[in-house]
């Protein structure tokens, strides 16, 4: 299943992006003396003891202000408060307890989540300072001390947060399922797919766009494994999303698409490619997804012989800019070919988790050097030392070259085009990372 959510919340200015950047070992989110620098919610991953978590920073909680900014980031903070399992209230010991401090426990409270306090900017090791007893007043048990700066404390914060999480939330083993987010414009026929799949009435159907507003999660266990398959809200042009509702409907979708591992494109059959299609796929392909272009609605066109190959080339076209991703004619009224997206579902997702062993990989890239030579510019030639795969999902290949100006992107595509006809990495984005010898 997912791994567990931890948001970190608070009032502006406690430190709450300095925290959340120690606790995931990288700089994400911005950071400076200004309140309100944090606007948009900022994910990350935070490990302890072997266990996994995302953890999520929100922009500072002013309870009662009209200004529109701020009533957008509170309106952020809620969204990631739902979303949590625990949630970590950062207060300020140089400011010590304020009436907002209060105001924001209270809402939390409210959640009906597990809460542990931290009492950050504690930059002194040793005995507490007298201002620190003054958070108990806020009624949620021991503060913590910790310096988010220095990083004291952060071990002693962990350790309360990963309490709240019981073991069930890691007893399925992330790798075995296949989180699966259905992603497109609206009324294409996301919620239906998830209703036939499921055999019930999961998601709310009508022919009126905008009815799914929530990202559902359904899981669903077949002979083809295990998926957690999530419908979301359709996706329309910015200019057209005229309501609240609908904006942080498309901002879960965008969640939903984060935490996948596999993104099922819709597109409606009857319409054709619009411009707007590939916005939503762009999406997926930018967060280096594994991707499957399903085409909905295939029963509602006539056809002849030629149908389905004219329209797939027609789309190869459209979609050059991720000419990896497979198409699968589907229709989710009648359930046809349901069982060859579960099939290509699964594929995909195998090539977007599969490492290559260095080894076997340059034997490749020897091959693919010897077949075409590597570009030259004024008599000089490109060498690539040798390459290695640095991550999965997507899988991400370092070359150490003599020059990265002469690695050109047509002969990064050719080797693209080498390793995926090697190993069969159909249905995932591919990233090169560049380093010249001697960079770090």
């Not at 699966?180 to 294409?188: D, E, F, R, T």
């Not at 988790?353 to 570009?375: E, F, H, S, Y």
Request: glycine share 8%; aromatic share 8%; hydrophobic share 40%.
């Amino acid at each position: 299943m997912a791994r567990p959510v931890i948001a970190i919340v608070g009032r502006p200015n406690v430190g709450k992006s300095t925290l959340f950047n120690k606790l995931v070992g990288e700089r994400i989110s911005i950071v400076d003396d200004s309140p309100g620098v944090t606007r948009d919610r900022i994910y990350g991953r935070v490990e302890w003891l072997d266990k996994t978590a995302d953890i999520i920073d929100t922009g500072g909680i002013e309870p009662y202000s009209n200004d529109i900014i701020l009533k957008q980031m509170r309106r952020q903070a809620e969204l990631a408060i739902d979303a949590a399992d625990v949630i970590i209230l950062v207060t300020d010991l140089k400011s010590g307890l304020v009436a907002t401090d209060i105001e924001v426990a209270n809402m939390l409270q409210k959640s009906g989540r597990p809460i542990v306090l931290c009492v950050n900017k504690c930059d002194k090791i040793g005995e507490p300072e007298p201002e620190f007893y003054e958070f108990y007043n806020l009624g949620l048990g021991d503060p913590i001390q910790v310096s988010s700066v220095h990083g004291h404390g952060t071990g002693d914060l962990l350790e309360a947060v990963f309490e709240h999480i019981p073991d069930s939330a890691w007893e399925d083993n992330d790798g075995e399922i296949i989180n699966v987010a259905v992603i497109g414009k609206p009324n294409v026929g996301k919620s239906s797919l998830i209703n036939r799949i499921t055999g019930e009435e999961r998601c709310i159907v009508s022919d009126i766009a905008g009815t799914t507003r929530d990202s559902i999660d359904t899981m669903i266990e077949n002979e083809y494994g295990l998926f957690n398959f999530t419908d979301t809200a359709g996706m329309r042009r910015k200019n057209k999303v005229d309501n609240a509702i609908e904006k942080y409907s498309i901002i879960r979708a965008k969640m939903a698409i984060e935490r996948s591992d596999v993104c099922v494109i819709m597109i409606d059959a009857t319409e054709g490619f619009t411009e707007q299609d590939s916005k939503v796929a762009g999406l997926a392909h930018e967060a280096g997804k594994a991707c499957v272009i399903a085409v909905n609605k295939w029963d509602a066109l006539e056809k002849d012989g030629n149908t389905m190959n004219t329209f797939k080339k027609n789309l190869e076209t459209d979609f050059s800019f991720m000419s990896y991703a497979p198409f699968v004619f589907i229709s989710a009224k009648t359930g046809q070919r349901i069982d060859k997206l579960f099939e290509t579902i699964k594929a995909v997702a195998n090539s977007n988790a599969m490492r290559i062993k260095t080894g076997t990989l340059n034997d490749v890239l020897a091959q693919a050097t010897a077949r075409v030579q590597p570009p030259t510019d004024k008599g000089r030639r490109l060498k690539i030392f040798y390459m290695t795969q640095a991550s999965t999902k997507p899988p991400t290949f370092v070359c150490f070259v003599n020059s990265a100006e002469l690695f050109h992107f047509s002969y990064q595509r050719y080797l693209e085009n080498r390793i995926r006809d090697t190993f069969g990495l159909e249905g995932t984005p591919i990233r090169f990372v560049i380093r010249e010898r001697g960079e770090k």
